[in-house]
């Protein structure tokens, strides 16, 4: 009874460090593919036209991602040339202002008076000009919060959707090149447990690929 259990034991532990062993071996051969699948990306290697077109929806949302950061970008750029060029001029403006209100009160004639309407005018926009400030600082925070906190974590989530089908892809390598050494007696259980990745790999792929699309809907939404 025994010598029995000790051998079902062995037996066990057997089988436990063979499905460890074969464990380590398939996700050893799935970060080869998935390097595989890297290098082919980075490269600019043609990849298989009905994934690519697969991915066609995610890839225009991703182009509209890029713009709406470009424009985020440019926007404020914009906003710090338009609010120091209005400083600028508002400074300007005060200082001609003063030199044809002093060159004015030196004046009696007609010209003397056109000088000191000329200078209240010019003090009146400068000062229009200042107050414009306020608002524009806001709408530029606005703008700079909208572009750290809503595109921030939408380049995230997509980093982290590019992993999954960079993943995603090399499984699929994996599995053509599992299916072109198809032997039905010998390998069909490793061309299953291929499969299996593949299916696993696909689903973490499609969500991080909706949540991307939603989060980049939102932002587009969220610009109006």
């Known amino acids: 009874m025994s010598y029995r259990n000790s051998n079902n034991n062995f037996q066990y532990d057997n089988k436990y460090n063979e499905q460890q062993d074969r464990n380590s071996l398939s996700k050893l051969r799935s970060k080869y593919w998935t390097t595989k699948q890297l290098v082919i990306k980075k490269l600019g290697r043609e990849e298989d036209e009905f994934v690519i077109a697969s991915d066609a929806d995610v890839d225009a949302k ?24 209005v400083l600028i001029l508002s ?20 010209a003397g008076k056109i000088m000191a309407s000329v200078s209240k005018v010019l ?22 919060t909208f572009r750290l906190r809503a595109v921030t974590d939408t380049f995230a989530t997509v980093k982290r959707m590019e992993t999954a089908r960079t993943e995603y892809r090399g499984s699929i390598l994996w ?14 259980e490793k061309f299953r447990r291929v499969q299996s990745q593949v299916k696993v790999a696909k689903t973490d792929y499609d969500r991080l690929k909706s949540d991307v699309i939603q989060k980049i809907d939102l932002l587009t939404a969220s610009r109006w």
Request: charged share 30%; aromatic share 6%; glycine share 0%.
């Open 175 to 188: 599995l053509k090149d599992a299916s072109a050494q198809l032997d039905p007696e010998k390998q069909l």
């Open 91 to 110: 400074h300007e403006e005060t200082d001609m202002a003063r030199f044809l209100k002093d060159y004015a009160q030196a004046d009696k004639n007609r």
């Open 62 to 85: 991703l182009e509209l991602l890029f713009t709406i950061k470009k424009s985020c970008h440019d926007l404020l750029r914009i906003m710090d040339r338009y609010q120091t060029n």
């Open 123 to 144: 003090a009146f926009t400068a000062q229009q000009r200042l107050s414009l400030r306020q608002p524009l600082l806001r709408l530029h925070n606005e703008i700079e």
